[in-house]
């Protein structure tokens, strides 16, 4: 079922129950007015007669006062009140008296004949009428068929609500009727009420809108409520409870008004379009629950006041709904015809009370009418509200649609962009990968040839020394051996001639004088010392020459970088021996090595290039002074110690060269530092040596001043 | 027998060297730059070797130091490893006559030494036949004086003066011509 189909449905079966209440409205049009005989009665307070008097006595008392209304209004209090009818034995006698209020708690009613008590009829809440004796909903009294000169009955009244004493003397039959009739008209009233609140009930259930709900309540308490004031209770079985049914009116009173605020409030949406009205009838509230607990605790006149005076919030509903209107809430208009229509009602009920109008059938049925149209206007007004607000809702979704649509459009169209973007970026940031990595990779690749160069400056410089270092032993080592050929061939020379000597040769005075003659001229006194000395060097030449080869093949030890046990002494001699022939142009270089030093685990290679450099940088700084070569120094000394802990082996390397001031001292360290000029050092020597000096787990400290020397510390941990 | 005068902080070769050329010439030897001045002062040096890498000072820093006093010996650098800047330096500022690495070969070191030696007497030649000319020329320049002042009223006008400056001619011709 499509929405609007739905939404016509209702309002067509609204239509429908209101041609229903149309043509029972006609039917009642039949009713004639009732003569109420209220200026017939006479009226006594409890409190104005003796305490203890007899009701005999009462009967035949000065004191009472004739009443004045058709429909006598006794007010609202706790105190009891008496009335008095003057009745008409000839005529009247046969007939019953009816009262036409059911809320009264106790009515009894005295018949007094002839100042004699005949007949006694509890009625009212507090009493169970007898089956037998019931005549419709109201109370009601026969007048007994006696002879009598003077007939009086005696009605004794206390009411927790206002009493008024709608009173009239007719036929059992006239009763029959008039109940009949309000039973079948109340019997219309509640059908409408019940169908219009399983209707709701129903729509609750199925849409699941809470206003159906509040409504079907509202609907309950307001039939409740007529229900109640027209005697109907016993519907509810509240006679077995005579507590509750004593306040029934009260609560229904409570609980019709609370249901109606709540209902208003949300109807009207007041919180939204009036708030200081929703505030205010957020105060009766307030007040309703007051007067519940009034009404538990027995305080049931203030309850009823409380009630009454609550009751006057619905006239505030009429601007609350005409500004709800005014501000373009269109429901509103629906529920201001209901309101307006029940508060009329209300209005011809309070004044037909008051006597103002007259009390008759039509004023007497205004408000069960008027409740019953609210009701049906209500329903109708619900329903508009609630297609209103499918409308906004179905409004707000189309508008949703559209502009998710809308925005559906806007991240389609950004997407497409933003693709694109990204893929532009990602093709950028590609190619600025690709050329970094290419940029790493030729660092990467300048790295390793600046590693490698300084590698190979260490090995020229390297070479450099040990090439001098080994060209003076090859150089007197080889001419020395020339010379001494020659000193050998002068040698030989005389030995030749001392063996061609024969054995006995008559000539060997002579002979052994020409020998002499030779010596003299070879100078052989000279010959045999310089083949000393030559035999000397040659000896010391090859001697030395094995140092450096023993020293080089330890220090060369650079083929790869793999970790093995070394003695630190050996590697900082064979350093020292490759060094020599450089640093001895350069400053004295005392070496003052521990003994029994434990072999430790490193690369011995890389950590000679640690040594050399560091030996080196001592060396130039030593000779960079203005000091004499006997006074610069160089101190390379071994060590083990002890320190947090731990076994280290320390090796100091100090200078009294030139120092450095501590800005060149944080930056020693730093890759491409140099203070040599440029072409000269790569200034990676020192960085080259932290980083080998990180791989052992080393410990460095420089200790510098300008003027006075530096001075590495390092320590390896054993 | 010419002079050499070796100096290197090794005494191995000196050893070595005078071994090798003791026969051939006047070798004086040393390993103290203080003890080859000396030497320089005393001996008639006519080839200085000295060794380039020394602890105290290097060759070409003792051959700039004995320059101004002996500028006449003809000086040769020893080089154990091919210090080539230094070698350039020296060449170019005119210190050194040849440069011989180590080790040395002793054949080329000994007539590296003789033409050295050669050199040294080639100058000394040069040198005196310059001072002889400058000599000349003196005379020269004083016969040629005379004659400007013969000369400087116009023509001679005497027969003793045209005489006096033929004569005069006659003994620059003859200055010229020796």
Known sequence: MSKKRFRWSIIAWNSRSLFVLLCLLGW???????????????????????????????????????????????????????????????????????????????????????????????????????????????????????????????????????????????????????????????????????????????????????????????????????????????????????????????????????????????????????????????????????????????????????INFCAGAIFFLIPGAIITMRKGYAPARYFLIAFSVFIAAVLVFVLKDTGLIPYNQWTFFALPLGSAFEVILLSLALASRINQLKREGAKAREEQLELAQVNEKIVRDQNVVLEERVKKRTFELEEINSTMQGTLNELQSAQQQLIQSEKLASIGQLTAGIAHELNNPINFVSSSAQSLRRDFEDLNAIVEAVKSLPANDPNLESRIQDIHTLLGQLDIEFTQQEIEELLNGIEDGANRTSEIVRGLRIFSRMDGDNFIQANINELMNSTLVVLRSNLRTQSQVTADLAEDLPEFSCQPGRLNQVFMNIITNAAQAAESTDLALEEREVVVSTLRVESIGQSWIEVRIKDNGVGMDDAVKAQIFDPFFTTKPVGEGTGLGLSIVMGILRDHNAEVDVQSEVGLGTEFIIRFPI | MINVLYLDDESHNLTA???????????????????????????????????????????????????????????????????????????????????????????????????????????????????????????????????????????PATPESRAEIAELANQIDRLLQS
């Open chain 2, 17 to 155: 060297f005078r071994a090798a050329f003791r026969r051939d010439f006047h070798v004086h030897v040393t390993t103290e730059p203080t003890e080859a001045v000396r030497i320089l002062r005393e001996q008639p040096i006519e080839v200085i070797i000295s060794d380039q890498k020394m602890p105290s000072l290097s060759g070409v820093e003792f051959f700039e130091l004995i320059m101004p006093d002996n500028p006449d010996p003809v000086r040769m650098l020893l080089t154990g490893h091919a210090d080539i800047d230094a070698v350039i330096d020296a060449i170019n500022k005119g210190q050194i006559y040849k440069y011989i690495s180590k080790p040395w070969n002793e054949a080329e070191l000994k007539s590296l030494v003789e033409e050295a030696a050669a050199l040294y007497h080639q100058r000394k030649v040069m040198a005196r036949e310059g001072q002889q000319l400058i000599t000349k020329m003196d005379e020269a320049r004083v016969f040629a004086r005379r004659i400007q002042q013969l000369t400087a009223d116009g023509f």
């Open chain 1, 28 to 306: 009642s049009s039949s009713f004639t007015g009732q003569g109420y005989i209220g200026k017939r009665l006479e009226s006594l307070s409890q409190k104005e007669i003796p305490e203890l008097i007899q009701v005999n006595d009462l009967a035949a008392s000065e004191q009472w006062v004739p009443r004045t209304e058709v429909v006598p209004n006794l007010g609202l209090s706790n105190d009891t009140q008496w009335l008095r009818l003057k009745l008409d034995p000839r005529i009247e006698n046969g007939q019953l008296i009816e009262i036409q209020n059911a809320g009264i708690d106790e009515l009894i009613c005295y018949m007094v004949c002839d100042g004699e008590i005949i007949a006694t009829y509890e009625r009212g809440v507090f009493y169970e009428t007898p089956v037998d004796s019931r005549i419709g909903t109201y109370p009601s009294f026969p007048i007994p068929l006696v002879e009598c000169g003077e007939l009086q009955a005696l009605f004794r009244l206390q009411s927790s609500k206002p009493l008024l004493i709608p009173l009239r003397i007719t036929g059992p039959r006239e009763v029959l009727r008039g109940a009949h009739e309000r039973d079948v008209l109340f019997a219309a009233y509640f059908g409408v009420i019940l169908v219009m609140l399983l209707y709701n009930l129903f729509l609750f259930l199925s849409i699941g809108d809470r206003s159906y709900l509040e409504y079907s309540i509202y609907i309950l308490m307001v039939g409740g409520t007529q229900l109640v004031l027209n005697g109907y209770a016993p519907v509810f079985g509240a006679e077995n409870v005579p507590w509750l049914n004593l306040r029934l009116t009260h609560f229904f009173g409570v609980f019709s008004g609370l249901t109606t605020i709540v209902f208003a409030q949300n109807f009207l949406r007041l919180s939204h379009y009036v708030p200081w009205l929703h505030k205010l009838l957020n105060v009766y509230f307030v007040l309703y629950v007051v007067a519940f607990v009034l009404t538990v605790f027995d305080l049931l006149v203030w309850s009823y006041s409380v």
